[in-house]
């Protein structure tokens, strides 16, 4: 899997695949995209402040190398974009099948996080901003349909994955013109309550989420999509039985327990006004130092569940490109 580095940061490669690529990947043109974005603390993102311009980079495939492409910009999770077996590159390979591009963003080695450990050092939330330049970059793709770009993100990057769908944070940070054409987030966290967090765009979006994941609750997502279903939102929560975090990753066939992996499984948080996180518990300020946090969590990939997912996802996609903008 590729990996950005300051070398490239600031360039642009492009290749089209050799005849042997062709038969082998389901895309013929790949491209690795630098671009800029912005890094914030949460509270700067939540009061519009601009942050710190950062170079980051995605990856693009396009299954056409020519004409129109839809494409799907995913999101990794805390532990990085991740090698062949995690669930950005079996993603990738899903949807390149099915047809459609992929653009695999990498919002940690601009930022200089290297490890699982360091993710902390990014908020998810900030993450948004880098969703919406996503977007302004693909819409400008001569080979890009700019009506027809979703946005799907893991764990982590479940968050710009459903927060970017927000009207307030568009109005904060996005282009009032563009809009993705529909949100997928796989087990990301629903845990935070935000001001004007029922107030959607008008496109779709879709939850994934397995009932066994005790690294990221799905009680939280089941909360929000039934405040947002009673708002009148177009959102739909999918539950997996028997499945837990990074159930669609093939590389982690055996359940693994990561003793020392923080959780924040029993928290629940809430932006109050100034653009301030609290702890809806205990009403105090938002602090890594919590004593809600814990440790100890799992990952296991689940073939059905995944299998079912792929079909989930590819079934949304194809009524979400067929709307009208």
Known sequence: MWKITSSIAAAVILFTSTANAQAQYSFTRQEVI????????????????KGEPVKIAGHLRLPKS???????????????????GGPVSDWARVLNEA???TFAVD??????VATLA???????????????????LLSKHPLVDPNKIAVMGFSHGGSPALYSSLVRFQKLHGNPDLQFAAHVSVYGNCGTTFREDEALTKKPVLLLHGTS?????????????SRLTKAGMNVRLIEYPDSYHVFDGPAVREPVKLAQATTSRNCRFAEVEGATLINASTKQPFSASDPCFEKGTTIAYNETAAKKAHEDVKAFLKEAFAQKS
């Open 66 to 84: 020519d004409g129109k492409n839809q494409v799907v910009v995913l999101f990794h999770g805390a532990g990085g974009v991740g090698g062949e």
């Open 213 to 225: 994941d005790d690294w990221v609750p799905i009680g939280p997502c089941r909360e929000y999509a």
């Open 118 to 136: 360091d993710a902390g050092k990014v908020s998810a939330v900030n993450r948004v901003v880098d969703a919406y330049r996503a977007l302004e």
């Open 99 to 101: 047809g459609i591009g």
């Open 34 to 49: 630098a671009f800029e974005s912005a890094t914030m603390p949460t509270n700067d993102f939540l009061a519009g402040k």
């Open 107 to 112: 919002s940690f080695s601009g930022r200089g």
